[in-house]
């Protein structure tokens, strides 16, 4: 398996445009998670999926941000307007029921200026 | 107070010195993580404890439940284990991680 797949690697993006954030879990994982990590607040959760259902939003910043998973192999993290202080590192994690490690992507590095 | 705290924050060693990077949790806990971060910015999970003690290679990690404490362990040091890493635990009954600030290490040559 390629392992967790996120892209972009990188975006560049001016204040108030829409970004689009992407990840494919591994094969046959039912979690999904998505976590923000800066030098100030170290890594935060954002939301999780189980079974393609969110269960846990409470780390999403504002309604600016917003997160899909319309099926088991795909995730989208969208953020409409962004803004400079949403500049930083967007990690997706997959696990599956029964194995508690969790697999990351690569990440995306996101500037917004 | 975070749930997870790393210390030290920060770790500067000489090649071959035996490092020691702590963790220490306040909730319960079904499972914890150790994970590296390396300057590339990708996370490769190490470990995953929910008792006792585990070896790979060079890294060993232990965690003492009643005492809610986890240790990692670097033997034979080397620059290449020059990385961040971060404790991570996964509250009972939960499935997302909380995770510390992360311990930044360097290992000179």
């Known amino acids: 398996d390629a392992g967790v797949i996120q892209s972009p690697r990188h975006e560049v993006t001016e204040m108030g445009q829409e970004v689009t954030l992407r990840c494919k879990p591994i094969?046959?994982?039912?979690?999904l998670f998505w976590y923000r990590q800066t030098m100030m607040r170290g890594l935060e959760l954002l939301i999780y999926?189980?079974?393609?259902?969110?269960?846990?939003d409470s780390g999403m910043p504002e309604d600016r941000f917003s997160a899909k998973m319309p099926n088991a192999s795909f995730s989208t993290l969208k953020i409409q307007p962004s803004e400079p202080r949403d500049s930083a590192v967007y990690f997706c994690a997959s696990t599956t029921t029964g194995r508690p490690e969790a697999f990351f992507g690569q990440g995306t590095r996101l500037t917004v200026v | 107070k975070n749930e997870v705290e790393q210390s030290p924050q920060n770790l500067t060693a000489q090649e071959g010195e035996f490092i020691t990077i702590n963790c220490s949790y306040s909730v319960g806990i079904s499972a914890l993580h150790w994970l590296q971060q390396h300057p590339g910015g990708g996370i490769v999970s190490l470990f995953m404890?929910?008792?006792g003690k585990k070896k790979h290679g060079r890294l060993i990690a232990t965690i003492n439940i009643q005492e809610k404490h986890s240790s990692l362990h670097i033997t034979a040091s080397h620059p290449r284990d020059s990385a961040v890493y971060i404790c991570?635990?996964?509250?009972?009954?939960?499935?997302?991680?909380?995770f510390g600030q992360g311990t930044r290490l360097t290992i000179n040559p």
């Open positions: 991570a635990v996964r509250e009972q009954g939960a499935q997302k991680l909380v």
């Open positions: 999926f189980n079974n393609n259902v969110p269960i846990d």
């Open positions: 404890l929910s008792s």
């Open positions: 094969s046959g994982h039912n979690s």
